[in-house]
Each structure stands twice: as structure tokens, then as C-alpha cells.
């Protein structure tokens, strides 16, 4: 699996350049006590380096392709994300007004059903294969994580003392962290089914990006006063936000650094058997 990531001199590139990035936020992040507008702007632009991944592979796919429609989705849900997340940096810093909640929040929220569509639809595409020794693992994995999720987003993200709003917004990020669980075990099966082929790292990878940020957004719904307030070790969460980012940039890459490469060898290919032999 491993030679998957040196195939071409694209993918050693970006594997590279992701690595990198996450090594210099990690250095940022864990030299701060408090939140910060540089450490924040780099966190920032991780989801707009998402954004562009999603943008530079539907390049190659186009929007007439069904997988190609996938990545509008996943992509325009990431530039609502992105967008989302100025919006907080800017209240936070400039206009110092107090960023949860906000409008922020809308697209933050606005968002969720279009990773929804988008994997749904890449499930239709990919043709998923339940089979009995697999169905088992990943209804308890599913169960248990959505478990979690709807106890600590969900229930205990309710808060008496706090206006209608915030718990509102709250419970909305519970519910589309749920949705994502559940179709994550659908993508989850996906990438099981792609492991001979090279789109099992690529999803892997978005998988775990999605994972990585339902994370955090569960130690937000529980340290979120004290992150609002942006001083101590709860500030690190950015880390795994940022994490998140990265991974579903780095997948959405990886998907179209494998479509050139296939296109590559079928050109060459054709080149072969146009020669004339001598």
C-alpha cells in the first residue's frame, strides 16, 4: 500500500506538502497559550486548501460525471466551511464580538447536507457489498460511535443556562455529526471494497478527515466556554479541526492525481499501438 503514495512524482508532491503543513500548525499550535491571529489564519487556510483539492479534482472528472457531481458536493460543502470558519476568526479578532453563536454557524450547518449528498451519492456509485462478516463490525462501530456522538453533541450539548440559540445550533451540529457517522460506515465499506484498487487510500483518507473533525467537535461541545475564551490546552483542538481539513484535502488530491495517472497509461497505451512495427 505504501508504494501507492510514490507512483508519481504528483503524489510524492503531495504527500510532501500535506505532511509539512500539519508539522508547521503542530509547531504553531503547541508554541501558543492562547489563540492567536497567525495560528488561526493557518488554520483558516487548511480549509481552503480543502476547498481547492476538491476544485482541482473536479477538474479532471467534470460535472457531468456522477463521481464528478460528488465532488461539487463534498467541494461546495467545504467552501461553506471555509467560509464559516473567517467568519468566526474575523468576530473573534476584529470585531470582537463573540463568534458561537453566529452567522458563522449557518454555513457551518448549511453544509451538512451537502457531505450528505455527496457520499450518498459516491455510495450509489461505488456499489457497496454487505456482506455478512462486515455488516456485524460496522453496525457496532456505527452504533457505538453514533452513541457517543448523540450523548455528548446531542444531550449533553443542551445547556438550560444558555439562550435558545446556542442550544440550537448546538443540537444541529449533533444531528449532522450523526449523519456523518452513519454514512462514514457507508464510506468506511467503500473503502474496504476499493482496497485493491486506488481510490481505498483516497476515501480512507476523507474518512478519517471526517472523523477527525466530528472529534473535535465533540471536545468543543464540552469545553466550549472555556475555548470561546481561547486560553489553555483546549485551544489544541484546532489541531484536530485542522487535521481534518488536511485529510479530506489530501483524499480529494489523491482522487485526481489517480484519474491523471490512469489517463496517462490509457494514452500511452494507445500511442504503443498506433506505432508501426518493423
Not at 17 to 38: E, P, V
Not at 47 to 62: E, N, V
Not at 132 to 142: F, G
Not at 216 to 228: G, K, L, M, N, V
Request: charge should be positive; charged fraction near 15%.
Amino acid at each position: 500500500m505504501l508504494d501507492f503514495f510514490w507512483t508519481s512524482r504528483e503524489k510524492k508532491f503531495a504527500t510532501g506538502f500535506f505532511a509539512a503543513y500539519l508539522i508547521f500548525f503542530l509547531i504553531i499550535i503547541l508554541a501558543s497559550d492562547t489563540k492567536n491571529i497567525f495560528s488561526d489564519t493557518i488554520y483558516v487556510f487548511s480549509a481552503f486548501i480543502a476547498f481547492l483539492s476538491g476544485i482541482y479534482t473536479l477538474y479532471f472528472y467534470g460535472i457531468n460525471n456522477p463521481r464528478g457531481r460528488v465532488l461539487l458536493y463534498i467541494s461546495s460543502g467545504l467552501l461553506l466551511w471555509f467560509i464559516a470558519e473567517s467568519i468566526w476568526v474575523f468576530l473573534d479578532f476584529f470585531s470582537f464580538e463573540k463568534p458561537y453563536p453566529s452567522i458563522a454557524d449557518a454555513f457551518f450547518i448549511l453544509a451538512y447536507p451537502l457531505f450528505f449528498i455527496g457520499l450518498i451519492k459516491e455510495a450509489r456509485i461505488g456499489k457497496i457489498n454487505w456482506k455478512s462478516n462486515r455488516l456485524i463490525p460496522l453496525i457496532s462501530t456505527a452504533s457505538v460511535l453514533g452513541l457517543i456522538v448523540f450523548y455528548f453533541g446531542i444531550y449533553a450539548a443542551y445547556d438550560p443556562a444558555a439562550d435558545a440559540l446556542s442550544n440550537l445550533f448546538s443540537i444541529f451540529y449533533g444531528i449532522g455529526d450523526l449523519f456523518l457517522i452513519l454514512v462514514g460506515v457507508i464510506i468506511l465499506s467503500l473503502a474496504m471494497d476499493y482496497k485493491k484498487g486506488k481510490l481505498f487510500v483516497p476515501w480512507l483518507s476523507i474518512m478519517l478527515g471526517f472523523l477527525s473533525i466530528l472529534v473535535a467537535d465533540i471536545f468543543f461541545s464540552i469545553y466550549e466556554e472555556s475555548y470561546i475564551e481561547g486560553v489553555g490546552s483546549i485551544i489544541k483542538i484546532d489541531l484536530l479541526w485542522t487535521l481534518g481539513y488536511l485529510l479530506i484535502g489530501y483524499g480529494l488530491t489523491l482522487i485526481g492525481l489517480s484519474l491523471k495517472e490512469m489517463r496517462n497509461k490509457l494514452i500511452e497505451n494507445i500511442k504503443k499501438r498506433k506505432r508501426p512495427t518493423k
